[in-house]
């Protein structure tokens, strides 16, 4: 295992996180998934860090798990016992996507290249989705007997509908960026050359946003997909009694009123 499979940066208040395995398409390992929480958990708890960045290295943004790693590489050996995917699923990919699901700061994901099974659900569940036209979107599982996983079952329906979503789902056909960007599967598509500058700007700017309203808007968009119209309208009043307190709220308001720009703090 590489020390290395997670290359970190930080951009005045954006951290960059790096997934580095370009010789492996940026293939999931044990190893990889590890680091990559790590690197998440300690993002979170740095209040300097107002916004994440996750983009692959090489040509990729990854291609899902590795099947090779020993933790699900089936064995050549007819008598033995085949692996238990779900402990991988309970002990690694259920603790990132969690992770990643709850960070106190927004994410964005730069998708440089192909984002095909567990590697589109990583980036399907940030916040912002940024692409390069020429990557792609595949739903790979079940071309290896497999389930959408990593938290595909329930991104993909809410994004792209039921009908898309079994789709993309059954077939495991290629999704090119265009097209996920049409079906509102991602946020917009840049040229090749410019998604990571800009990727970067857009994470610098989320930086310099009120962030702890950004992540209660992630979080109520979230719950109101799950409550009726008027359980949701008095969650909203309830998160707005708690963010018209903060100090960001006072400051935006005051800036506004004053013509000036707004210092945020609050995280």
């Known amino acids: 295992m590489s020390e290395h499979e997670i290359q970190i940066e ?4 954006v951290r960059l996180l790096r ?12 190893g990889l998934l590890g680091q990559l ?11 300097a860090t107002r916004c994440v960045l996750i983009t692959g290295a090489g040509r990729a943004f990854s291609a899902g798990q590795d099947l090779s790693d020993p933790h699900v590489a089936p064995s050549r ?27 106190p700061v927004p994410v964005v994901a730069a998708v440089n ?20 036209e020429s990557a792609s979107f595949i739903q790979a599982f079940s071309k290896i007997g497999l389930i959408p996983d990593c938290g595909g079952t329930w991104l993909l329906p809410r994004l792209v509908g039921r009908a898309k979503a079994l ?38 700017k989320l930086a310099g946003m009120p962030t702890r309203a950004l992540v209660q808007t992630r979080i109520a968009i979230d719950e109101a997909m799950k409550l009726d119209f008027e359980p949701a309208l008095k969650r ?3 998160v707005q009694s708690q963010l018209g307190f903060a100090h960001d709220y006072l400051e935006g308001a005051a800036a506004f009123l004053d013509k000036r720009k707004p210092e945020f703090k609050d995280r």
């Open 19 to 30: 997934l580095n395995r370009p010789e492996a398409l940026n293939a999931f390992t044990t």
């Open 113 to 132: 290249g192909v984002a095909a099974g567990a590697g589109a659900s990583l980036a399907l569940g940030c916040d912002l989705v940024l692409a390069g």
């Open 236 to 238: 909203e009043a309830a």
């Open 37 to 47: 929480r790590q690197a998440l958990e300690a993002a979170a708890e740095d209040g």
């Open 167 to 204: 789709e993309m789902a059954l077939l495991g056909d290629k999704l090119k960026a265009a097209e996920a960007a049409a079906l509102g599967l991602i946020s917009r598509v840049l040229p090749d050359a410019e998604l990571q500058d800009a990727a970067l700007a857009l994470a610098q």
């Open 10 to 13: 930080q951009h005045g208040a």
């Open 77 to 103: 050996d007819p008598g033995a016992a085949p692996k238990d995917i779900g402990h991988l699923l309970e002990h690694f990919y259920i603790p990132l996507a969690l992770r990643l699901r709850s960070m």
